[in-house]
């Protein structure tokens, strides 16, 4: 079995999953295919992420729980995330209670603004 650290794709990613947390998280990655559909797909620290003008958000699976990475946003909404465990930046759920499409949604609209205005902030320093 290959592990997390060799894979090359989300797909070889989510094959090493059992079948119900598979389905979350590929429903996840659709998610966030669908609300920024020009985010690149990858592997970075050995699990499933987005970019877009920088890392936007991690995606993974472990033994009792999944997790959510969208980093500094967890704390902006937190009322929000309040029937989540979360710590710095990350969100975690189950299987059996996975987060809620409009919710994945607004926090991946919220990093691909965040992620613009950092490299909109970048570019006009390097003018100086």
Known sequence: M???????????????????????????????KSSAP??????SYGLPAFRYHGMLVYFAAFKNHCSFFPGSIVEKMKNELKNYKTSKGTIQFTAEKPLPAALVKKIIKARVKENLNKKKILSTKKIK
């Open 38 to 43: 020009e985010a690149e797909e990858v592997i």
């Open 2 to 32: 290959k592990s997390a650290q060799t894979l090359k794709d989300t797909d070889s990613y989510l094959a090493l999953q059992p079948e119900k947390v598979r389905e979350v998280l590929e429903k996840l990655r659709q998610t966030i």
